[in-house]
């Protein structure tokens, strides 16, 4: 990649994941996203590669890196030529996990983040209810403390990796502030009362599995809880910050793929005589893709740099998130342009990129919600 916030480790790392993700899982998309899902081998795989514990630390099964670590994780993710299936090693590896090493106690750690990072178990992240998605102070769903345990009721949707995690990271309502009545627990699948309800279908990200979640009277231990009673919205901004990041660096990554298949096609179909890569609208359309596209890589690398070195700069994140998404979006949706005819077909890729894309505009904060957190970081 060439750019200064990488060094020789990352240059290594970046090859090694490139190979694995375009043999081992490339070959599979069409199959994967056909199925509606990948196999958990793949969690397994990754895990034993030590790709799902970059920037964690060794004492918990992690390989120590720094931040960039993650960034090149998700920008070769991109690779596998599935979106769903770097959407879920994302929410697993850079979603749910974090808190509980940001927050979680020793326990939870060992009994959780060690075998995420080690791919045995599956985690997911429960944030969004049928009545609370941008509005996170909205959150229904209820923790009651009950001697030494809580016992949660309520639902959750949208949930990425909803059917196969073997535990979930829980957004509750346990007080009646709006923002400090929120609270982290740690939901096992096998728990009673918890059950999994349909896994819904969607425009693109085939190959993830996106459930509904419902909780009756599903009993968890106090040992279970993330952080302090009352910290859960806090917590979860934080997380969010490390989440959008991540989201924009696989959104330049993604649009850059796009844009390869554009380049591609540009080259090799002909009209009028000629490439059509040679008339210049088309070159020119090319050119500002590969502008966008690097506007904003140094936005993302920027943020990631100030992250890396201990600052927390939200409104910027905001701004790499919501350019970036958009961007994608423009892009991939150009790349299929030049593809014409081809490009509505199912048998050329660009497609995908360009469903998939659009997801970045919604998850983890749409843009309009990128927008008020900016607008609100500049004081209005
Ligand atoms: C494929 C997929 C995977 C997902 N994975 C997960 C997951 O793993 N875990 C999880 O918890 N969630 C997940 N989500 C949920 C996602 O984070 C939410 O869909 C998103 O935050 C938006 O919430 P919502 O759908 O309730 O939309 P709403 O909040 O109802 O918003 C509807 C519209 O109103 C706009 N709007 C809302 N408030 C404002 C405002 N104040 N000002 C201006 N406009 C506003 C929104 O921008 C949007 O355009 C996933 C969603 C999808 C589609």
Redesign the pocket.
Same mark, same amino acid.
């Given at each position: 990649m060439g750019h200064f916030i990488f060094n020789d480790t990352h240059d290594t790392l970046r090859a090694e994941i490139r190979r694995y993700v375009e043999r081992e899982l490339a070959p599979h998309a069409n199959e994967w996203e056909e199925a509606e899902y990948f196999p958990d081998s793949v969690f397994w795989e990754m895990g034993r590669l030590g790709y799902l514990g970059l920037r964690y630390p060794e004492e918990y099964g992690g390989s120590g890196l720094d931040y960039y670590s993650a960034i090149v994780l998700a920008e070769e993710m991109t690779r596998a030529q599935s979106g769903g299936v770097g959407m879920a090693v994302a929410?697993h590896a850079e979603?749910a996990t974090p808190p509980i090493l940001k927050f979680g106690t020793e326990e939870q750690k060992r009994r959780y983040l060690v075998p995420a990072v080690k791919g045995k178990k599956i985690a997911?992240?429960?944030? @969004?209810e049928p009545g609370?998605?941008?509005?996170v102070s909205g959150i229904r769903t209820r923790a009651v403390q009950d001697g030494g345990d809580w016992v949660i009721n309520g639902s959750?949707i949208?949930?990425?990796?909803?059917v196969r995690a073997d535990f979930y990271l829980v957004v509750t309502r346990t007080g009646d502030d709006q923002w400090g009545g929120l609270t982290l627990f740690l939901v096992e699948k096998e728990t009673p009362g918890f059950t999994v309800g349909r896994k819904l279908k969607?425009v693109g990200?085939h190959a993830?599995d @996106?459930a509904e979640l419902f909780f009756e009277n599903v009993r968890v231990p106090d040992a279970n809880r993330v952080g302090d009673v009352g910290q859960g919205f806090y917590n979860i901004m934080w997380e969010l910050q490390g989440e959008r990041l991540i989201g924009a660096a696989t959104a330049v990554a993604g649009a850059e793929r796009a844009l390869e298949m554009a380049m591609k096609y540009a080259g090799e179909r002909e009209a009028f005589g000629r490439p059509i890569g040679r008339f210049q609208v088309i070159r020119h359309k090319l050119a500002q893709m590969a502008t966008e596209i690097e506007a904003a890589r140094a936005l993302v690398y920027t943020c990631a740099w100030r992250w890396q070195n201990g600052e927390y700069p939200v409104k910027e994140i905001s701004m790499a998130k919501l350019f970036a998404s958009e961007m994608a979006c423009r892009v991939a949706d150009e790349a299929l342009q030049i593809h014409g005819g081809a490009g509505y077909m199912l048998e050329y890729p660009v497609q995908r990129v360009w469903r998939d894309s659009r997801?970045l505009r919604?998850?983890?904060?749409?843009?309009?919600?990128m927008r008020?957190v900016i607008a609100k970081q500049m004081g209005f």
């Open positions: 929410v979603m997911a992240l429960a944030i @969004t609370a998605g941008s509005d959750k949208y949930i990425t990796n909803g969607k990200m993830s @996106t997801l919604i998850g983890a904060g749409t843009d309009e919600i008020e």
